[in-house]
């Protein structure tokens, strides 16, 4: 028998479009290999979808807030049907940068020095800070958010403009800021997928170098690390998957800096558009975008 397909993509997130370009190529993939599907908005609508188009599996193509952070997660697992990626825990702990940073740093997996900002003290007490724990420049962000959304590099002298634009949040991430290279690894169940380094032409690797062609990042694949050092950084993904207890496909995000690797966070609803990262990986691996999804839905399941 066919099996039903139930994805939900787009919601309310900053990443609404990227989750519903990601629906749409998924859709297209599975309804080309005899599956039957349907695309539904993370809302009331999944009820009756539910319980009227019956699915095997739920493919979830959402990223961000609400879709990659638990809340989606808790309200599949009432349904009892199986989704894709990550489960309730595991997502909300992966989503949060300080909660994840917390246990890298348990676990000796090096990550950017750091405190947390609550808007509470004035240009001069910052700067102190800063200049006590950290040194300029620095990077601002939201505990979280995805697609480097409100992510910005800043010096001294533009520290208290840039946070202002952040000011909606309760408190932020301000970081050490790592020069050197951006590389990023797949996770596959147990699997180390592969790496690839992207080499943004911007300033850093935001939000117009992530999805604008025009923006020309380059995307290096295989790439040029010593055995050790490819080895070192695919471990360290599969542990950072394995203790934050994911499922499916992650992706980690590092800088490579000094011979070290940074960890920066890792993504438990990575962008799965055929042009995305995970499947650019997947592909030089010999797994087609097709393949990928199937494995995803194989693996999907509850109560995790
Ligand atoms: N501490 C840092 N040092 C240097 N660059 C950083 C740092 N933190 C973030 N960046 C840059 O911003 C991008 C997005 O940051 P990341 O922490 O991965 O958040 P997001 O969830 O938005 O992807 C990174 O890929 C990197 O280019
Ligand atoms: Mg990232």
Redesign the pocket.
């Known amino acids: 028998m066919k099996k039903r397909i139930l994805i939900i993509s787009g919601g309310i997130s900053k990443e609404r479009e990227i989750s519903l370009d990601t629906g749409r190529q998924v859709a297209k993939e599975l309804i080309k290999n005899n599956y039957i599907v349907k695309i539904v908005e993370p809302n009331l609508e999944i009820h009756t979808a539910i319980k009227s188009f019956k699915p095997n599996i739920i493919f979830n193509a959402l990223h961000g807030q609400f879709g990659e952070d638990g809340y989606i997660q808790s309200i599949l697992e009432t349904k009892n049907i199986p989704y894709t990626h990550s489960g309730v825990i595991s997502s909300a702990v992966a989503m949060d ?1 300080e909660l994840s940073k917390k246990i890298f740093i348990q676990n000796n997996i090096l990550t ?1 020095k ?1 405190f947390l900002y609550y808007f509470n003290k004035s240009k001069f007490e910052l700067i102190k800070l800063i200049n006590k724990k950290l040194k300029f420049p ?2 601002i ?2 505990i979280n ?7 910005f ?1 800043c010096k001294k002298s533009n520290i208290m403009k840039k946070i202002k634009l952040l000011e909606d949040y309760k408190k932020i ?1 301000i ?6 290279r ?1 590389i ?1 690894v797949a996770i596959m169940g147990d699997k180390k997928l592969g790496a690839i380094e ?1 080499k ?1 032409k911007r300033k ?4 117009e ?2 999805y604008k062609k025009s923006a020309k990042t380059k995307h290096l694949i295989p790439v040029d690390l010593s055995k050790y050092n490819l080895n070192k950084i695919l471990n360290i993904s599969l542990r950072a998957h394995k203790l934050i207890g994911c499922r499916g496909v992650t992706r980690s ?1 590092f ?1 490579f800096y000094k011979n070290k690797f ?1 960890l ?2 890792i ?1 438990t609803q990575p962008g799965m558009t055929k042009l995305s990262l995970v499947p650019e990986i997947a592909a030089y691996k010999g797994i087609s975008f097709f393949n990928l999804i199937e494995w995803m839905l194989k693996d999907a399941s509850i109560k995790r």
């Open positions: 940068k950017p750091y620095v990077v962000k939201p958010e995805g697609s480097s959304v409100n992510v590099i991430i970081e050490e800021f790592i020069p050197g951006e990023q992207l943004p850093f690797y935001d939000y170098a992530k995000d800088k940074y920066l966070e993504n």
